[in-house]
């Protein structure tokens, strides 16, 4: 079962797929010219149509193999609806024939309705995604270079779909051990922290595993205490609206700005670039006032802080873009305090849509 937050990275997965499948078509068949980072780097230009049939194989067989996925886990999602619905049913029966409790009935029925909501919700997400034929059927292209789009659909991959259908490996029983044989007691010196049986590697042996005991509960205080990352992510939304998100794991406040970066410590800042067509080069958006649409309370200054272990969001609106002439694509990048790229997301230009206030 997936929650929200995985079906939107399917969602957006599926698509990507759609978006790879047609751009490796048409760059192969010619419909569409090949830009130089569509290739990878030092490629031979005899190897190109070679490359780009491959490209457009593996697309295909990708989809199909997550179309097969789908339709697995839609027809499992239906099961379970229609098994929660016939014990939904069957409530006020067991409610007057005594085996069940008016307030264990009502509990049982909450339960039952969720379950039946959520696996609707994600019988419906698949059967939908099953329907779309091309990319535009769920929104819009995601134009990526061609040698991207493997990598970014395996990230988009969810933890749950990925684990589907492994099996853990089976661990063989050990045998039992031998029965120890007795040592002659030996008498216990004055001041000696060890009973006096003990062997010196006895001693060394437990020493060790001190040592590894405090270095373990030292681990585990830090990680608790101290570890944590941040991180931002770009997910699309209904009716074309785009999220930016960030999760800030850490264990101190950080701001995230929209403006020159730099201002202040600990101060992410994402950037805003647009490409007009046929041309490869992105130019950054100067005027953002209202692009990004912040989904809390009101900030101080022209940051946005992000307290520990908390998150935030904005959306892109992408009808106050302005630009100097029509822009194709956008891109969207979050820079560290220290200048490292955490993100780089490219969103096509062809669909703005108004997000909901």
């Given amino acids: 079962m997936l929650d929200r937050v995985n079906r939107e990275r399917l969602e957006r997965r599926?698509?990507?797929?759609?978006?790879?499948?047609?751009?490796?078509?048409?760059?192969?068949?010619?419909?569409?010219?090949a830009r130089d980072f569509d290739l990878p780097p030092g490629l031979p230009a005899d190897r190109a149509p070679a490359w780009f049939e491959k490209q457009a194989q593996l697309a295909e067989e990708t989809l199909a193999e997550i179309r097969g996925k789908l339709a697995q886990r839609r027809e499992k999602a239906q099961d379970h609806v229609r098994v929660a619905a016939h014990r939904q049913s069957r409530l006020p029966a067991l409610v007057s024939g005594g085996k069940m409790t008016p307030v264990q009935a009502n509990e049982e029925n909450r339960r039952l309705q969720r379950e039946i909501e959520t696996q609707g919700a994600e019988a419906t997400l698949c059967g939908a995604l099953l329907a779309a034929e091309k990319a535009e059927d769920l929104g819009?292209?995601?134009?990526?270079?061609?040698?991207?789009?493997?990598?970014?659909?395996?990230r988009f991959a969810s933890q749950e779909e990925d684990s589907e259908g492994e099996e853990k490996p089976r661990i063989p029983a050990r045998p039992a051990p031998a029965p120890p044989?007795?040592?002659?007691v030996a008498q216990k010196k004055s001041g000696d922290w060890f009973p006096a049986s003990w062997t010196r590697s006895d001693r060394y042996a437990v020493g060790i595993a001190a040592v590894l005991v405090f270095s373990v509960i030292a681990l585990a205080v830090y990680f608790l205490q101290f570890s944590g990352g941040v991180k931002f992510d770009l997910l699309p939304g209904p009716q074309g609206v785009w999220r930016l998100v960030c999760e800030n794991g850490s264990p101190k406040?950080?701001?995230?700005?929209?403006?020159?970066?730099?201002?202040?410590?600990?101060?992410?800042?994402?950037i805003l670039e647009y490409a007009s067509a046929g041309e490869g080069a992105f130019q950054r958006v100067k005027d953002i006032d209202r692009v990004w649409i912040y989904r809390g309370p009101a900030a101080d200054g022209d940051s946005v802080p992000v307290p520990p272990?908390?998150?935030?969001?904005w959306q892109l609106n992408l009808n106050s873009v302005s630009t100097p002439e029509p822009f194709e694509t956008l891109r969207?990048?979050?820079?560290s305090p220290?200048?490292?790229?955490l993100l780089e997301e490219r969103v096509s230009g062809a669909f703005p849509a108004q997000p909901s206030s």
Avoid at 14 to 33: F, P, T
Avoid at 141 to 151: A, S
Avoid at 309 to 313: D, I
């Fill in 332 to 335: 969207v990048r979050v820079l």
């Fill in 253 to 270: 406040e950080l701001r995230v700005g929209f403006g020159a970066g730099g201002a202040a410590p600990q101060t992410y800042t994402v």
């Fill in 338 to 341: 220290a200048g490292r790229v």
């Fill in 140 to 154: 819009a292209r995601i134009d990526l270079p061609l040698v991207r789009y493997f990598k970014e659909i395996e």
């Fill in 14 to 33: 599926y698509r990507m797929i759609l978006s790879w499948r047609d751009k490796a078509r048409a760059v192969r068949d010619g419909a569409r010219k």
């Fill in 309 to 313: 272990r908390m998150g935030a969001e």
């Fill in 181 to 184: 044989v007795p040592k002659p």
